[in-house]
Structures are given as structure tokens and as C-alpha cells.
């Protein structure tokens, strides 16, 4: 089955850094690119950046290319986002989703959420 | 915020239709999709392209776009239509993608 697995539930203090995991099952990964996107309690969707799992070629959002990095590891199949210098805005659930080409998201995570508390 | 606006709410009442803007500057001339996406999941793609539909989303769903507008509209609603609808454009440097506020659909 297709899918899309991310890790589980952060907790972390502000300043510190978080680091999501996305794998991918199936032919999933190689041709894809790879997108993540938040939602803040009460919010809308934020577009975070994406990633080529084939070149490892990054595209961060401006609000994010500070403290977002994004990475992959092709020889388990897994995009990584990791998010630095956390405030207790970045209180979010992350997901990571699969672009079908042209920037549309077909296949999602099931989400993650970071909750950022001292 | 910079990206294109959504109204906050609409509603409709079953069996008819509701109609979902998405407005921006020329968005005519960008491409938009649509993302159905309810409380503690992960969003679903309900539009692509304007007006593609992806395999196992319903006819009652379709899309168009043109000039300052974009639209989604649900013919005969029914209540699992109910959910937050995210328009989204697609642009090709700078941010690669933009999410609308967000509109609440409400089932009456």
C-alpha cells in the first residue's frame, strides 16, 4: 500500500530543535518531490518547503529558509524536516505530502504534532 | 498575509450547492488547487489544475478558474461534506506554493 508514515508526537522547549521523519512505502519516493505543510491550533495551512528526494534539492519557504532544513535519506526512503531556535508558535501539526507534479499534493502524512512548552 | 482570500464560512443545506471562492490578483492565470480537509487528519486533494478531478473524488466536486477568481463547487452537499477547503496556487519562483485562509463549510 502506498502511504506516507511519519514519526510520532514531539515535545520540546523553545530554542531547541526538532527533527520529523516522513517515510515512504512503496515506489513512493524516487520521482517525487516531497512538501511539508503545518497547521497551527486555530489556523490555516502553511506551506514549510520541499525537498527532491533524487537530488536532495531543497526549496524552503522565505518564512522558514532560517531555521527549517530539509534533508532525505533515498537508502530507507525517509524526507526529514528539522526545525531550529523553536518558539511557542511552531505549536503545529507537520505534515509531509507527496507532489503528484506541478505542486499538487495527491498522498499525505498523517501528520505530526510538535507541541513547543517550557 | 500576501496569499489569496477565502471567505471564513459558508454553508449549504443538503442536496444543494455550495460555491467556494478563492480570489487573487490574476489568479486566472495561475494554477489552483483544492484540498478538503477535516479536523485531525490529513488534507485530501479534491482539485488539481483548476478543474481536474483525482480518481475516487466525487463528480459533485468540481473546480474552475478565471480572471480574479477561483472556484469549488459541491453540487447536491451531502454531510461529509462538511470540512475546512484550502484553495492553493502554485507559482514557480519564490514561494512555489500559497495557501488561501481556508473556508468552513457548514452542512445546515
Known amino acids: 500500500q502506498v502511504q506516507l508514515v511519519q514519526s510520532g508526537t514531539e515535545v520540546a522547549k523553545p530554542g531547541a530543535s526538532v527533527k520529523v521523519s516522513c517515510k515512504a512505502s512503496?515506489?513512493?519516493?524516487?520521482?517525487?518531490?516531497i512538501h511539508w505543510v503545518r497547521q497551527a491550533p486555530g489556523q490555516g495551512l502553511e506551506w514549510m518547503g520541499r525537498?527532491?528526494?533524487?537530488?536532495?534539492?531543497?526549496h524552503p519557504a522565505q518564512y522558514f529558509q532560517d531555521r527549517v532544513t530539509l534533508t532525505r535519506d533515498t537508502s530507507i526512503h525517509t524526507a526529514y524536516l528539522e526545525v531550529r531556535s523553536l518558539r511557542f508558535d511552531d505549536t503545529a501539526l507537520y505534515f509531509c505530502?507527496?507532489?503528484?507534479?506541478?505542486?499538487?499534493?495527491?498522498?499525505w502524512g498523517q501528520g505530526t504534532l510538535v507541541t513547543v512548552s517550557s | 498575509s500576501y496569499g489569496p482570500t477565502q471567505a471564513s464560512s459558508v454553508s449549504a443545506a443538503p442536496g444543494r450547492t455550495a460555491t467556494i471562492t478563492c480570489e487573487g490578483n490574476n489568479i486566472g492565470t495561475k494554477v489552483v488547487n483544492w484540498y478538503q480537509h477535516k479536523s485531525g487528519q490529513a488534507p485530501v486533494l479534491v482539485i488539481y489544475d483548476d478543474s481536474e478531478r483525482p480518481s475516487g473524488i466525487p463528480e459533485r466536486f468540481s473546480g474552475s478558474n478565471s480572471a480574479n477568481t477561483a472556484t469549488l463547487t459541491i453540487s447536491r452537499v451531502e454531510a461529509g461534506d462538511e470540512a475546512d477547503y484550502y484553495c492553493q496556487v502554485s507559482y514557480t519562483r519564490g514561494d512555489l506554493v500559497i495557501f488561501g485562509g481556508g473556508t468552513k463549510l457548514v452542512v445546515l
Open positions: 505530502a507527496r507532489d503528484q507534479g506541478a505542486n499538487n499534493f495527491d498522498l
Open positions: 525537498i527532491s528526494p533524487d537530488s536532495g534539492d531543497t
Open positions: 512503496g515506489n513512493t519516493f524516487s520521482g517525487y518531490y
